[in-house]
């Protein structure tokens, strides 16, 4: 196989290049291509109209939705306008995310149906007690820089769930959150819930304590809860992900580059239209690109590809100077077990390289459909081990220690040496949950396998008494916003229990 | 009095080797006797070093560290115990068994037994027989510790207690085996008295084994 060594620049970060400028630019222009010459589905009117008014050519519109065609120079107008960078910061002010070009950060995946239980091991519909758990697990994890809902409450209402899960995310951690919404409503009734914890508009404009997650559909198409979302951000100071989620050889060409242009002439037109509504609006694209699998239909969250789309759209993304959506730390793995484990290393390993920013869908597994407390432990520190080879190896006439080899000479030890002493813990990586105890001691040591080390660390943190993050008068007013919403839909609520 | 002997005890477990000389010499002068600054004053401190250290809390570096000042301190009070008859936990012949020249997990095995009141006498990699049975004869020591890293070194081991058994020594002294390859059971086939699977549990070995056969 042929090893690009090119790849590799003379840095204090080791690095991961997977295109080539030559090859991001000849993606770009296609997508452009696609973008004025095939178009893109608009289901909203008010998207349209935005568009139409900045140069865009309106064809085939039906009762629903139009077809978009963007020129070229659209995009290069957006481009001037679109931020490099993206701030979120959480309720806790100290744990802040700065989004640009090799920041790289980490956090949950969301709205899983299923968890599987910490206790019983049994795969079942998740609630809100288990959404507070994984943020109490983020929020007790130092790799973990932002959070989203391991999991979509299932005991509360079905159309207003989203809010129920950010109370409980709240309850949990203030760190920075990127949340999902059922539609606009749900935005704004969170984006009061989010006013109230940081404390007024003021506060917010510092930093928004959350981003929100849209999604628009592969192949080419944008709904109208997106485009409405899209819309609502740009004109109240939200940050956004506008994360297309193609699936190379389903809605996407099977090849690689094919999906790499389609996605980004799905992303670009988020970029055109936020830029016209609102120049500076912050947007950041991504991020979640994989194929099918061929046999299962699955979409596939372990497999090569993901990780190798991701980054080559990482490359895309610096090269654009736009914040990027990444995906990492998951599995299609049915439980946390030793294909959980590889498939969660090789991603992560590979996000991190690349230099993704914010890179999502920790403690994944069942290709996206169960939540896994075990996996969110474990790639902890998983990323602590990829955050070390970031370190890279310092060289300088101290590191290089050519006295300390002299003084020591043929056949001695450095382990009394001054030159260890001090440098033995900021320059040796140490583990928590790995063992490296010689046979005997991890025998004495209960001889457990990494598995049921990573389990036990799961109940410690959850069985942790941790202060309350919310006062009770702050708990109760943003309690009261989800149930005036569970009022407002009352009549068209399915019963709760058919999904729990 | 105990006063000093606290502190010695502190200096060890922060390792400042450039003081313990000083503070044993205070010490002895201040009307301590050698027996109280070794099993008052710098043991308790390496005592729990050694604890430390087998919790996961200390490491290499730091227990080497604190070997060392110890070991500074040893030097004061040693002259001291050898001329009043006072015993040592022990003696130790340590070497690297021949054909093999690994020799830093037997240094650490060294470190750890002098930092738990063992007077050692290291011979270094690659020791033949023969020089195992002189050092039992000319430092009368109760253990000898051998050391291989290597399964084909693994076998000279078997030879030097047969050189020690044909000399007429074997009697003499304990033998320990230790080694990234070595197991009980092959301690048990080749009728060594002890093994030990890493430095700290070897000082630990040695301890148990003079004990049982005071």
Known sequence: MRVNRHNYEINATPRLQVLSEDQIEAIYYASLRVLYETGVRVYATEGVDVAHAGGAIVEETTARSSLVKIPPDMVDKARATVPSKVVVIGPDRRYRMELFKNQIYYGGGSDTPFTL??????????????????????????????????????????????????????????????????????????????????GGKDEWRKGPIFSLYIEPVSPLSHSREVVQKLLFCCDNDIPFVYTPCPLAGATAPATLAGLLVQALAESLFGIVLSQLRRPGAQIIIGG???????????????????????????????????????????????????????????????????????????????????SCPDLMVASDEIIDMVKRILQGIEVTPDTMALDVIAEIGPGGHFMEHDHTFERFKTEIWRPKLIQRQNWENWQLAGGQRYGQRVHARVIEILESDTAPLLDEAMFKEMRRICELADARHKDEELDVKMFV | MSEILKRMSSAVIQGQRDDTRQMARDAIEGGCSAEEVLYQGLMPGMDHVSGEFKAGRMFVPEVMRSARAMLNAMEVIKPIM????????????????????????????????????FEIHDLGADVAPGQFVEAVKAFQPDIVGMSALLTT????????????????????????IGGAPVTQAFADRIGVDGYAPDAAAAADKAKHLIAASR
């Open chain 1, 117 to 198: 239980d910490p206790y019983t091991g049994e795969r079942r519909r998740s609630t809100y007690q288990d959404v507070k758990n994984f943020a109490r697990i983020a929020q007790a994890l130092p790799n973990y820089d932002f959070h989203m809902s391991l999991g979509i409450t299932q005991d509360t209402a079905v159309g207003t769930y989203d809010r129920w899960q950010y109370l409980a995310m709240l309850e949990g951690t203030s760190k920075p959150i990127n949340i999902t919404a059922v539609d606009i409503e749900g935005v704004r009734d969170q984006l009061e819930m989010a006013l109230i914890r940081v």
């Open chain 1, 288 to 370: 979640l690109m994989s194929n099918m699998d061929m046999l299962s239909t699955i979409y596939c969250y372990g497999s090569p590809e993901m990780a190798l789309l991701s980054a080559a759209y990482t490359d895309i993304t610096k090269w654009l100077r736009v914040p990027e959506y990444e995906t990492a730390g998951c599995s299609d793995a049915k439980l946390f077990d030793e294909q959980a484990a590889m498939e969660a290393a090789i991603n992560i390993a590979t996000s991190g390289l690349i230099g993704g920013n914010m890179i999502h869908d920790v403690g994944y597994l069942d290709s996206g459909l169960t």
């Open chain 2, 82 to 117: 050898v001329k009043n008859g006072i015993r040592m936990a022990g003696k130790v012949v340590l070497g690297t068994v021949q054909g093999d020249l690994h020799d830093i997990g037997k240094n650490l095995v060294g470190m750890m037994c002098e930092g738990a009141g």
């Open chain 2, 153 to 176: 070194t693994m076998r000279a081991m078997e030879g030097t207690v047969q050189a020690l058994v044909e000399a007429g020594v074997r009697d003499r002294v304990k033998v320990m």
